[in-house]
């Protein structure tokens, strides 16, 4: 196989919430071993685009990877999306199959069989959500095909059915966030919190994690949850959500969105309802991702906080994927680097540097 120039990725250890601005492409933190797996050819499906030549399979050095993409929801996907196909190109010696499964469980399973069929050398799964996938998964380990989860983690029995994870750690950002939260609260006096809770959509690693540190900060600082519902991850249900959660309930003093994309709708729905928020306002908001969107909604003054998801996935599936070809042993388990940002920091400048 053509050695491919991995792009660069730094081994650094994961911190906790840090006033240090990440750096654009992060890097992870590893656990475990897993040795590699390989076979050849590939191929297309109507579904599909075939980002790296017009060819279906692989031919002489050429790696194929046959990657199904949650969908095109959020800024996050869009930047992970572009990561995915910048990476991996034909200058870089890959044909990629790119497979938009529109949030849809189902049509990742039929593109995951699609790949199998096209014999592709890798395959790369964002799941939807984090069950349903021991079938499918053992179909693509009869066949020999390396999996590389990314992104959001799989619930399989076997864990010998994927060579490894690289993506973020949802509770310890859910736990960043409540910390921030908490000390925002106490710093301004704010001792009753009634918290508007937009989730992401149900089932998947993002939500599951970034509500599960919510909720245990609710418990353990006794703060009141008194709206919980999914916005899907989009701008639209977003609003949607905090129109009807506003319309229901007068007290609520912070809105704690599951994604940057949800946090915009929630602000123009509390807008629209004649309250203001921000640091300035009546309602606290925070979200997920760190989009540059998000850094425009804190310098606007309606944003409070954004916690990093890091979205730039593919030259670290490119390290992992060279390092299958070489015979070498990956770790299992590799957390992305996440920073977070408020409106205490000098936000334009790290919007000047920001990659997406
Ligand atoms: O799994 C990552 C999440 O998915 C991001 O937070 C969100 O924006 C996306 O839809």
Redesign the pocket.
């Known amino acids: 196989m053509l050695l491919v120039a991995c792009m660069g990725l730094s081994l650094v250890a994961c911190g906790g919430g840090s006033n240090t601005p990440a750096s654009n492409d992060g890097g992870t933190t590893e656990e475990g071993n897993e040795g590699a797996q390989a076979s050849d050819e590939g191929g297309s499906d109507e579904n599909a685009s075939n980002e790296g030549s017009d060819e279906g399979g692989s031919s002489g050095d050429v790696i194929t990877v046959g990657f199904s993409q949650?969908g095109a929801?959020?800024?996050?996907?869009t930047a992970n999306s572009e990561s995915m196909k910048s990476t991996f190109s034909e200058a870089n010696g890959y044909k990629l199959i790119f497979d938009d499964a529109q949030q849809k469980q189902e049509n990742q399973l039929t593109a995951i069989r699609n790949f199998i069929n096209q014999e592709v050398d890798y395959i790369v799964l964002?799941p939807t959500t984090e069950t349903g996938w021991d079938t499918v998964l053992q179909e693509a380990k009869d066949a020999g095909i390396p999996v590389i989860i990314v992104?959001?983690m799989v619930d399989v029995s076997d864990d010998t059915l994927y060579n490894c994870y690289v993506?973020?750690n949802?509770k310890l950002e859910g736990q960043k966030a409540c910390e921030w939260l908490k000390a925002y609260a106490d710093a301004k006096g704010i001792t009753e919190l009634n918290i508007a809770h937009i989730q992401?959509?149900i089932g998947?690693?993002?939500q599951i994690g970034r509500t599960e540190g919510l909720e245990e900060a609710a418990e353990k600082y006794g703060w009141n949850i008194v709206a919980q519902q999914s916005g899907e991850?989009t701008q639209a249900k977003g609003q949607e959500v905090m129109e009807s959660m506003l319309k229901s309930n007068d007290n609520i003093n912070v809105v704690y969105c599951?994604?940057?994309?949800e946090a915009f709708g929630a602000i123009d729905a509390i807008k629209a309802a004649g309250k203001t928020c921000g640091p300035e306002g009546d309602i606290i908001v925070v979200s997920?991702?760190s989009v540059k969107a998000a850094f425009e909604s804190m310098i606007a003054g309606d944003l409070n906080a954004t916690f990093e998801?890091n979205?730039l996935h593919g030259p670290r599936v490119a390290e992992i994927i060279q390092k299958l070809e070489a015979g070498e042993a990956v770790d299992k388990i590799q957390y992305v680097d996440e920073a977070y940002f408020d409106t205490s920091m000098d936000l334009e400048s790290i919007l000047a540097e920001r990659a997406y």
């Open positions: 949650v929801e959020s800024d996050w996907r964002a992104d959001r993506g973020g949802f992401g959509n998947a690693s993002a991850f599951e994604n940057d994309n997920f991702d998801c979205p």
